[in-house]
Each structure stands twice: as structure tokens, then as C-alpha cells.
């Protein structure tokens, strides 16, 4: 079942990864860009809960601790709705290529966990536009546990999931938490048809395949040879930190 849109006709391409904490998406997702960016491509990069319009709001609930699950979820919306707007639908409808780390799946698995409805998530993020492809970085959860501890010296309240009062331990709680996240992206995958890739493979492996499942996808996307794009995504105001050296600064004027 699809409840995302896909009745527009749109040039750019959408390329996007999910997966739990420690999955290593966001390396996959950074190794893509620098292909694609030496191969001449515009792209612009857009994360999850990252526009300016909810961020202070958003750390200011989690830090007083005062973020129900349907507080939680309607803030998220309002951030993603801000970054479809602004950014992914402006980049796409310019031809650029938008990468986005964490998409709709990571709210409706996220929500869903703590007890927000799954259906009533559907219809809220329902404006979102379907990637072009989404990749799942599929882990086991003790392997994706080890690396996240290996580098974290704390685990903040809401990231451990202690909100849902599994057990007050943050590490156990932790565990946990992302064990329930982790049922929820196998339901996804499933019912969305997410690309499941082995983030156990080698490194190299895994990009090697991410590339080949783009390519495809990349005969109709304009590159930045000329100004055509770039002007169009300066119009209209798109910002990115992986558009090419100093259209970013050009795009938000003085």
C-alpha cells in the first residue's frame, strides 16, 4: 500500500535511507553524494528534524522532558512539512537530486512504537512526495547496539526511549526501544517496498550496491553543467550543504 503522492510529474530525483540507530545509513547516504557530486550532479541534502521552524520548540520540549507521543509526532510533521516545502519540492521540481536522511518511514515507526496510530500517521504525512528509491539499512539490533555505544558516553531521555517506561536503565531501555523501531521498519519495508540492504556487508559493498540501483534513475536528472539549475534553485531559496562551493551563500543572499 502506498499512501504517499505520486501523481507529480517532477525532474529531480529523490533518493532516501532509513534504518535504526547504527545502522551506518547516513555513511551510505554520505559516500552517494560524493559520487554523484563528482559525477556533475546537483544535490541537496535534507535530514530529519532539521528546520529551523520547529528545532528551539523541539529542544525545548525534550529537554523540560513535556513532549506527549501526538506532541511528538505533530512537531515532526511540521518540521518535515517546513523541509517539503522550502527544500525537497522546490530541489525536485528544479531537476536536482535530493537526499534525504530519514524520511516519513522514520515517523511512522517512531510514532507507532509509542502508541500513535499507524493509519492516522498515514493520513497526516500524506502529502509527502514517494521517493524515487528508499533504502533500508536492515542490521541486527545487537550489532547496531554495540555501535552506537562504542561511541556514545550518555544517552539522552527521549533517545533511549525512557519515555515509554520499558525499563529505567537507558541502556536496557535503549535496546529496547530500538528493538520495537526495528519490528516497525520490517512491517515497512514490507508494505511500502523499501530496498533492504545488509548493512553487515562490507562498507564498500553496501555502496557498491546502492550505486547500481541508482544509476538507473539518473538519465533524465540535469547536471550542473551551466547555470540553468543553479539559478533556478537560487530562486527559489533552496539551501543545502552539499550544493556545490558557494551556491549556497548565493542562494540565501546577504
Same mark, same amino acid.
Not at 17 to 24: K, T
Not at 124 to 138: E, H, I, N
Not at 142 to 155: F, K, Q, S, T, V
Not at 190 to 206: K, M, N, P, S
Given at each position: 500500500? =502506498? +499512501?504517499?503522492?505520486?501523481?507529480?510529474?517532477?525532474?529531480?530525483?529523490? %533518493?532516501?535511507?532509513?534504518?535504526?540507530?547504527? *545502522?551506518?545509513? *547516513? +555513511?551510505?547516504?554520505?559516500?552517494?553524494?560524493?559520487?554523484?557530486?563528482?559525477?556533475?550532479?546537483?544535490?541537496?541534502?535534507?535530514?530529519? =528534524?532539521?528546520?529551523?521552524?520547529?528545532?528551539?520548540?523541539?529542544?525545548?520540549?525534550?529537554?523540560?522532558?513535556?513532549?506527549?507521543?501526538?506532541? %511528538? *509526532?505533530?512537531?515532526?510533521?511540521?518540521?518535515?512539512?517546513?523541509?517539503?516545502?522550502?527544500?525537497?519540492?522546490?530541489?525536485?521540481?528544479?531537476?536536482?537530486?535530493?537526499?534525504?536522511?530519514?524520511?516519513?518511514?522514520?515517523? %511512522?515507526?517512531?510514532?507507532?512504537?509509542?502508541?500513535?496510530?499507524?493509519?492516522?500517521?498515514?493520513?497526516?504525512?500524506?502529502?509527502?512526495?514517494? &521517493? +524515487?528509491?528508499? %533504502?533500508?539499512?536492515?542490521? &541486527?539490533?545487537?550489532?547496531?547496539?554495540?555501535?552506537?555505544?562504542?561511541?556514545?558516553? =550518555?544517552?539522552?531521555?527521549?533517545?533511549?526511549?525512557?519515555?515509554?517506561?520499558?525499563?529505567?536503565?537507558?541502556?536496557? *531501555?535503549?535496546?529496547?526501544?530500538?528493538?520495537?523501531?526495528?519490528?516497525?521498519?520490517?512491517?515497512?519495508?514490507?508494505?511500502?517496498?523499501?530496498?533492504?540492504?545488509?548493512?553487515?556487508?562490507?562498507?564498500?559493498?553496501?555502496?557498491?550496491?546502492?550505486?547500481?540501483?541508482?544509476?538507473?534513475?539518473?538519465?533524465?536528472?540535469?547536471?550542473?553543467?551551466?547555470?540553468?539549475?543553479?539559478?533556478?534553485?537560487?530562486?527559489?531559496?533552496?539551501?543545502?550543504?552539499?550544493?556545490?562551493?558557494?551556491?549556497?551563500?548565493?542562494?540565501?543572499?546577504?
Amino acid at each position: 500500500m =502506498n +499512501t504517499l503522492r505520486d501523481d507529480l510529474d517532477l525532474p529531480g530525483k529523490l %533518493f532516501i535511507v532509513e534504518g535504526i540507530d547504527g *545502522s551506518g545509513k *547516513s +555513511t551510505q547516504l554520505d559516500l552517494l553524494h560524493k559520487w554523484l557530486a563528482s559525477q556533475g550532479y546537483l544535490v541537496v541534502f535534507t535530514e530529519w =528534524n532539521s528546520s529551523p521552524i520547529v528545532k528551539s520548540t523541539t529542544r525545548r520540549g525534550k529537554r523540560r522532558r513535556l513532549l506527549s507521543p501526538i506532541s %511528538f *509526532s505533530l512537531i515532526h510533521a511540521a518540521d518535515f512539512a517546513s523541509r517539503v516545502h522550502a527544500q525537497i519540492l522546490p530541489a525536485l521540481q528544479a531537476g536536482a537530486i535530493v537526499l534525504a536522511d530519514r524520511y516519513v518511514y522514520t515517523a %511512522f515507526a517512531r510514532d507507532a512504537v509509542r502508541g500513535v496510530s499507524r493509519e492516522w500517521l498515514r493520513r497526516l504525512y500524506s502529502f509527502a512526495v514517494k &521517493p +524515487t528509491l528508499a %533504502f533500508y539499512y536492515d542490521v &541486527p539490533l545487537h550489532e547496531a547496539i554495540r555501535r552506537i555505544m562504542d561511541g556514545r558516553l =550518555n544517552l539522552k531521555y527521549y533517545e533511549a526511549g525512557l519515555d515509554l517506561a520499558l525499563d529505567p536503565d537507558p541502556e536496557e *531501555s535503549f535496546r529496547l526501544y530500538q528493538g520495537l523501531i526495528k519490528a516497525e521498519y520490517d512491517r515497512l519495508a514490507d508494505e511500502y517496498g523499501l530496498v533492504r540492504v545488509d548493512a553487515t556487508q562490507h562498507l564498500i559493498q553496501q555502496q557498491r550496491v546502492m550505486r547500481e540501483l541508482v544509476k538507473p534513475h539518473l538519465g533524465s536528472v540535469m547536471r550542473t553543467d551551466g547555470g540553468q539549475m543553479q539559478d533556478a534553485l537560487r530562486e527559489a531559496g533552496v539551501r543545502g550543504r552539499y550544493l556545490p562551493p558557494g551556491m549556497s551563500s548565493r542562494a540565501t543572499g546577504p
